[in-house]
């Protein structure tokens, strides 16, 4: 049977490998725990650490799913669900109402979606330094700047639809773009 729920400090490891495996490393985690230790969730089969879902502030009493990872041996299981589950009641638990995730592509769109998640918005990588208004044509949320490259945020609800996706990217002369989820949680005393 799986049980989710916070993370014991005695699990920390298996979680840290588990972010490193499936992720991009275990900064994620070790940020999280330095920061809000409750909202990093484990999902334990038989004692063992399967699955781990961590995250990172948001704005004003928004918060991001920074990782969630289960170990590839238990996928299909349901298991994932169950911990993002179990890491939304966490999130409500702790005052924060609306929960934000950037995804690449691929199964975890249909992922968020099946779980509750609404596309709201694209983030598009450019090239350079954009300006506050952006490329023509799009609505731009926000920009931030960042060295050699921009992130450039476009108001969005088609989601994984592959035509809005190109013309987003076209739109920006972009090089990557991400489908921002986000689902409202409910508060909880």
Request: proline content about 4%; glycine content about 16%; charged content about 15%.
């Amino acid at each position: 049977m799986i049980v989710c729920g916070r993370l014991a400090e005695v699990g920390l490891d298996a979680a840290r490998r588990l972010a490193v495996e499936y992720l991009h490393g275990a900064e994620g985690v070790d940020r999280c725990w330095a920061w809000r230790p409750d909202l990093v969730v484990s999902a334990l089969l038989g004692g063992q650490v399967v699955g781990v879902c961590f995250a990172s502030p948001g704005f004003g009493t928004g918060i991001v799913v920074d990782g969630i990872a289960v170990d590839g041996n238990f996928a299909g299981r349901g298991i994932g669900s169950k911990l993002l589950s179990a890491w939304e009641v966490a999130a409500g638990a702790a005052g924060f109402t609306e929960v934000t995730v950037g995804s690449a592509g691929g199964y975890v769109e249909h992922f968020y979606e099946k779980n509750g998640y609404r596309p709201v918005e694209y983030c598009v990588t450019v090239p350079g330094v954009v300006g506050v208004d952006g490329p023509g044509g799009v609505e731009i949320t926000r920009v931030r700047v960042y060295g050699d490259f921009s992130l450039v945020n476009i108001a969005s609800t088609n989601g994984r639809d592959p035509d809005a996706k190109a013309a987003a990217l076209a739109a920006c002369g972009g090089t990557h773009l991400s489908v921002i989820y986000a689902k409202s949680l409910s508060p909880m005393s």
